[in-house]
């Protein structure tokens, strides 16, 4: 009876804001506001040209959050405040410690109602911050609605990882490696050096100890992990599927996925909780005894373990390796190493020792293959 309950829960998509089409990406964003939200929507059209020239800390005016409707219009104008906040606090590489009311009231209440944590997330800068140039194609017509300083390097790194997200859905055109790598090559050079800090948080993050004040909200100051593939929900839902487990033999990889769940949306955090109530894909497998179900599964859990490599490859190349040439060029001119280039060197953007816990989750990967004596014995 469980499984005739999981399997209704499951059948409905669009409760948990999932398509057949696009998977977890919000299908078909809106990209505009009311006109009363024309203050928001002409600071974060206009981010990259306002923080180079240090303008982004003037003066807002204070809106209602009234005559937003509906989950679309609340999503744009999260992913709007989202982009201003980030710049606000990480302007010209400086670190404001109170987000003004006139931002932060708005972005609490908004977020509220997402039950989401007021802070740009993987769900609105990857999922819900993109746009077609024209109705027809998809990959060739994408284009981004929001923006930090950096050029199309931002345009490259936003719209690669959604790619990545689109290619996991059915009935999607999956873009070839080419394609993949000809939009890699538009952001990793300058990756590290331009928009990596708009993308930090101020939790685990010593550059802001305390964490923000977001005024007019809470008198305290709050701490939250900044985006994160690891608050991508396709990839927490292949874990669940296929049943690997991230354990806490593994240091801290298991705690933080979990935690992560809370920087999804709340229908795509109850999808993967649905999933996890049942038996996992391996499970399934295992009962089966069947040698070409095991074959094939070995064969879904040793890509997704090659993606993983791939990305530790990747930020060794890209992070990694420039945060190191940084240290060594100030050194040779006599000046001190940025402390946020120091940082951003060992942790990720989302708070963690980023090549430990990248590590980590490949291994645990790897492990869940079937082993021979598993696949032999069937079980009951």
Request: proline share 5%; charged share 20%; net charge negative.
């Amino acid at each position: 009876m469980e499984h005739e309950d999981k399997s209704e829960s499951l059948q409905n998509l669009e409760e948990f804001h999932i398509s057949e089409e696009h998977g977890f990406v919000l299908p078909d964003p809106l990209t505009e506001l009311p006109d009363y939200y024309a203050p928001w929507m002409n600071v974060a059209a206009n981010l990259p040209h306002l923080i180079e020239g240090h303008q982004l800390r003037r003066e807002m005016p204070l809106l209602s959050t009234q005559y937003l409707r509906g989950h679309r219009q609340l999503r744009l104008a999260r992913l709007a405040l989202g982009f201003i906040t980030m710049g606000y606090v990480w302007q010209g590489g400086g670190r404001q410690t109170i987000l003004p009311r006139a931002l932060a009231v708005p972005y609490c209440t908004i977020s509220e109602l997402l039950d989401l944590p007021p802070i740009l997330v993987y769900a609105d800068c990857v999922l819900a911050n993109w746009k077609k140039r024209d109705p027809c194609g998809y990959v060739e017509n994408l284009d981004i609605l929001f923006s930090f300083p950096g050029g199309d390097s931002n345009k490259g790194f936003f719209l690669v990882s959604l790619l990545v997200e689109a290619a996991a859905a059915a009935g999607i055109k999956v873009p070839s490696p080419n394609e993949i790598a000809r939009g890699c090559c538009l952001w990793l050079q300058l990756f590290f050096r331009s928009l990596r800090i708009y993308l930090s948080g101020w939790k685990d993050n010593f550059l802001m100890p305390e964490g923000l004040v977001y005024e007019g909200v809470w008198d305290s100051p709050k701490q939250f992990f900044g985006g994160s593939a690891a608050q991508s929900s396709t990839l927490q839902c292949f874990d669940v599927l296929l049943g690997i487990q991230h354990s806490a033999a593994q240091g801290f990889s298991a705690e933080y996925l979990s935690c992560m769940r809370d920087y999804m949306p709340a229908a795509h955090r109850a999808f993967i909780q649905t999933l996890a109530s049942g038996p996992s894909l391996r499970q399934f497998v295992l009962a089966t005894g069947d040698a070409g179900l095991h074959a094939a599964f070995n064969k879904c859990v040793s890509v997704l373990a090659d993606l993983r490599s791939y990305h530790i490859q990747i930020a060794t190349k890209y992070i990694t390796i420039p945060a190191g040439r940084c240290r060594v060029e100030q050194q040779q001119l006599r000046g001190c190493v940025h402390e946020g280039m120091s940082v951003l060197s060992e942790r990720g953007t989302g708070g963690t020792g980023f090549m430990r816990f990248l590590k980590a989750i490949r291994d645990t990967t790897r492990k869940a293959q079937l082993t021979e004596e598993e696949a032999t014995v069937p079980t009951h």
